[in-house]
């Protein structure tokens, strides 16, 4: 049997590290194509702040719209990193992200892809250029929503410049976020598909047949921010990491572009 004393110096060292085991998880709602690079990105994030139970990195990936509907609903969020700048933007008219936190931490280029298996040719997308060949008679072109989606607002921006969305409009299917676009063409149920290149990295089903230039459509920008409801001194810090060398190679391994 331990003497007394050595069990109250057991009880009390162990009171002692209870907060550091205690420390709330840092949530961050990302944009569905983020979800490989932010999962590699929390990983290292919690291995280079302490023990992994200090800061441990939960995220939840979804349309960047829907994210940003659930934040102003009072979702419990700690970090926000959106596809697109509008979507934060509306966020901080609102005052729901602390602005001073607010950093641009990746970029992306728009790609048309098609199932690996597919025998799909390149395609050169210059003005004037006609989907409807390669989409044959009854083919389907998926993209994420062009109404509210960052990544189909971009895909449907860049038809437009082109001139070819009247001619494809009929023949679209839209998909809840890009990373349930990409599954369509993945699984052969679309013959094409637009979504970034991150995306087309992540999914060996499918192959790039064309990439947009970037002029034909707004410049692609992820934002991230401290949710500005957040409590977690983790979160201000978490989206500055994302910035630095270390978190901008996560990004660039996974097929994106610097923030600027």
Same mark, same amino acid.
């Given at each position: 049997?331990?003497?007394?004393?050595?069990?109250?110096?057991?009880?009390?060292?162990?009171?002692?590290?209870?907060?550091?085991?205690?420390?709330?998880?840092?949530?961050?709602?990302?944009?569905?194509?983020?979800?490989?690079?932010?999962?590699?990105?929390?990983?290292?994030?919690?291995?280079?702040? $302490?023990?992994?139970? +200090? !800061?441990?990195?939960?995220?939840?990936? @979804?349309? #960047?719209?829907?994210?940003? =509907?659930?934040? /102003?609903?009072?979702?419990?969020?700690?970090?926000?990193?959106?596809?697109?700048?509008?979507?934060?933007?509306?966020?901080?008219?609102?005052?729901?992200?602390?602005?001073?936190?607010?950093?641009?931490?990746?970029?992306?280029?728009?790609?048309?892809?098609?199932?690996?298996?597919?025998?799909?040719?390149?395609?050169?997308?210059?003005?004037?250029?006609?989907?409807?060949?390669?989409?044959?008679?009854?083919?389907?072109?998926?993209?994420?929503?062009?109404?509210?989606?960052?990544? $189909?607002?971009?895909? +449907? !921006?860049?038809?437009?410049?082109?001139? @070819?969305? #009247?001619?494809?409009?009929? =023949?679209?299917? /839209?998909?809840?976020?890009?990373?349930?676009?990409?599954?369509?063409?993945?699984?052969?149920?679309?013959?094409?598909?637009?979504?970034?290149?991150?995306?087309?990295?992540?999914?060996?089903?499918?192959?790039?047949?064309?990439?947009?230039?970037?002029?034909?459509?707004?410049?692609?920008?992820?934002?991230?921010?401290?949710?500005?409801?957040?409590?977690?001194?983790?979160?201000?810090?978490?989206?500055?990491?994302?910035?630095?060398?270390?978190?901008?190679?996560?990004?660039?391994?996974?097929?994106?572009?610097?923030?600027?």
């Amino acid at each position: 049997m331990r003497p007394p004393h050595r069990v109250l110096v057991a009880l009390l060292s162990l009171l002692v590290s209870l907060p550091a085991f205690a420390a709330s998880p840092i949530t961050v709602f990302a944009a569905a194509s983020l979800k490989e690079t932010l999962d590699e990105a929390g990983a290292l994030y919690q291995r280079d702040h $302490g023990a992994p139970v +200090r !800061a441990p990195v939960r995220a939840s990936y @979804a349309a #960047s719209s829907a994210l940003a =509907r659930q934040i /102003e609903d009072g979702a419990p969020a700690d970090v926000f990193v959106s596809a697109d700048r509008d979507w934060m933007d509306a966020l901080q008219a609102k005052h729901l992200i602390d602005a001073k936190t607010r950093r641009d931490v990746a970029g992306n280029a728009l790609v048309l892809v098609a199932p690996i298996k597919a025998k799909t040719p390149t395609i050169v997308l210059k003005q004037g250029v006609d989907l409807r060949p390669a989409l044959g008679a009854d083919g389907r072109l998926a993209l994420a929503l062009t109404a509210s989606v960052p990544a $189909g607002k971009y895909g +449907r !921006a860049a038809l437009a410049s082109l001139g @070819a969305w #009247s001619d494809v409009r009929s =023949r679209v299917v /839209e998909a809840e976020n890009v990373r349930a676009a990409l599954q369509l063409v993945a699984r052969g149920e679309a013959v094409l598909g637009i979504v970034y290149a991150s995306d087309a990295q992540a999914e060996p089903r499918v192959r790039v047949v064309a990439r947009f230039p970037p002029s034909t459509h707004p410049r692609i920008v992820y934002p991230a921010a401290r949710v500005a409801a957040s409590t977690n001194p983790q979160a201000a810090a978490l989206v500055a990491w994302l910035c630095s060398p270390a978190g901008q190679a996560v990004f660039r391994k996974h097929g994106f572009l610097p923030p600027k």
